[in-house]
T-cell receptor, first 115, second 113 residues
Framework: ETAVFQTPNYHVTQVGNEVSFNCKQT?????MYWYKQDSKKLLKIMFS???????VNETVPRRFSPQSSDKAHLNLRIKSVEPEDSAVYLC??????????????FGEGTRLSVL | GDSVTQTEGLVTVTEGLPVKLNCTYQ???????FFWYVQYLNEAPQVLLR?????KRTEHQGFHATLHKSSSSFHLQKSSAQLSDSALYYC???????????FGSGTRLLVSP
């Protein structure tokens, strides 16, 4: 049962365009993440938010910008896409605390193809 | 920084035989959580096991893993592999706050008849 919802499922675009991906979780979690899974299936963290505050900001190109309106929503915008941005972007959420490091629960992902 | 190493890109095993997927890590944190995730074809990764206690065996769906801080390892094992176990497996660790979960490169398990 999916409780982390991502839209769109797929997106095909051309180099230089801007794209936006949306993520919503209905679990009451306080932490959300964006991961990139490339063609070799490497899963790399990009950003994480706790209660809509940016906590983790890995070394990603400046054209990537996350946005969180509340703890249930986390979006990702890519300003001017490049071919190497083709990947699956996975959103995840978890409930964190001093003694409660839950495993992040992933959404189905958004597959981006840049032509 | 923290890192997770999965040395095998592909592990093949015959149905019914035992299987072991290796996972080692490097971290400066004393208290940390570890996970094994499984990703089936065209699906999202899903958590299989979780542990943060040294030398304690954790089991789920026939798989088990034990965190050994002395050897910085968290290997995944199963006594009898099933065809349905064929998938991509990731080992991961979380920082103490849970805000950064780092994944290994993944091991593809292929179970053959």
């Amino acid at each position: 049962e999916t409780a982390v919802f991502q839209t769109p499922n797929y997106h095909v675009t051309q180099v230089g365009n801007e794209v936006s991906f949306n993520c919503k979780q209905t679990l009451g979690h306080d932490t959300m993440y964006w991961y990139k899974q490339d063609s070799k299936k490497l899963l790399k963290i990009m950003f994480s938010y706790n209660n809509k505050q940016l906590i983790v900001n890995e070394t990603v190109p400046r054209r990537f910008s996350p946005q969180s309106s509340d703890k249930a929503h986390l979006n990702l915008r890519i300003k001017s896409v490049e071919p190497e941005d083709s990947a699956v972007y996975l959103c995840a959420s978890s409930l964190q605390g001093a003694d409660n490091n839950q495993a992040p629960l992933f959404g189905e992902g958004t597959r981006l193809s840049v032509l | 920084g923290d890192s997770v190493t999965q040395t095998e890109g592909l592990v093949t095993v015959t149905e019914g035989l035992p299987v072991k997927l290796n996972c080692t890590y490097q971290t400066t944190y004393l208290t940390i959580a570890f996970f094994w995730y499984v990703q089936y074809l065209n699906e999202a990764p899903q958590v299989l096991l979780r542990s943060s206690t040294d030398n304690k065996r954790t089991e789920h769906q026939g798989f088990h893993a034990t965190l050994h801080k002395s050897s910085s390892s968290f290997h995944l094992q199963k006594s009898s592999a099933q065809l349905s176990d064929s998938a991509l497996y990731y080992c991961a660790l979380s920082d103490p706050g849970g805000y950064k979960v780092v994944f290994g490169s993944g091991t593809r398990l292929l179970v053959s008849p």
